[in-house]
């Protein structure tokens, strides 16, 4: 198994351009959710899903959004990329609410 | 607001030393409590904890923790410098349509030889 894989690992974007981050696993994981992580605030959950079809809003949605059209995918979206959007994304997926996350490798983005 | 807060934020021992790591929580609806280690990578999960006063231990790390108090700690005895890392609470609680882990900010911690 691959586990939880993301892509691209690095990025630069300019203000205003719009990209995919991508997530997939190969875990048959219901559950799926993608943070950021930025310098003495801890991970912080911008939006997550309890299965295909269904996704909801973390803490930080603003600037994001999600689908979830299977299992194995969860990408993340910013469509209008700001310079507050500097951060490392990790991807994480359990079987279940309430089990151990698995964690991607995480994307380090710059908005410049 | 669900609140989970980690102290210390940083810490510096010698190899050798045993630390106490601790975590308090605020959240609507607990689930489960984990810890994790970030080294300079991903998060690696160590333990979940759902009921009070039981430990779980894995080597020279255990954890344990407390719903009445609203707390868990997680110790690590006889250090080494490959303990040093990033360690991570996370609480899981209810929200509208379903469960969301809140992290904490961290401990960070350095063995030093």
């Known amino acids: 198994n691959a586990g939880v894989t993301q892509t691209p690992k690095f990025q630069v974007l300019k203000t205003g351009q719009s990209m995919t981050l991508q997530c997939a696993q190969d875990?048959?994981?219901?559950?799926m959710s993608w943070y950021r992580q930025d310098p003495g605030m801890g991970l912080r959950l911008i939006h997550y899903s309890v299965g295909a079809g269904i996704t909801d809003q973390g803490e930080v949605p603003n600037g994001y959004n999600v689908s979830r059209s299977t299992t194995e995918d969860f990408p993340l979206r910013l469509l209008l990329a700001a310079p507050s959007q500097t951060s490392v994304y990790f991807c994480a997926s359990s079987d279940r609410q309430g089990h151990e996350q698995y964690f991607g490798p995480g994307t380090r983005l710059t908005v410049t | 607001e669900d609140k989970v807060v980690q102290s210390p934020l940083s810490l510096v021992v010698h190899e050798g030393d045993t630390v106490t790591l601790n975590c308090s929580y605020e959240v609507t609806n607990f689930r489960s409590l984990l810890w994790y280690k970030q080294e300079k990578k991903a998060p690696t999960f160590l333990f979940m904890l759902?009921?009070?006063?039981i430990e779980k231990k894995s080597g020279r790390l255990s954890s344990i923790l407390d719903k009445k108090e609203l707390f868990s700690i997680l110790n690590i005895t006889a250090t080494q410098t490959g303990d040093s890392a990033v360690y991570l609470c996370a609480v899981e609680a209810g929200s509208n349509s379903g469960y969301a882990l809140n992290f904490g900010k961290g401990t960070s911690l350095l063995v030093t030889p």
């Open positions: 759902t009921s009070s006063g």
């Open positions: 875990m048959n994981h219901e559950y």
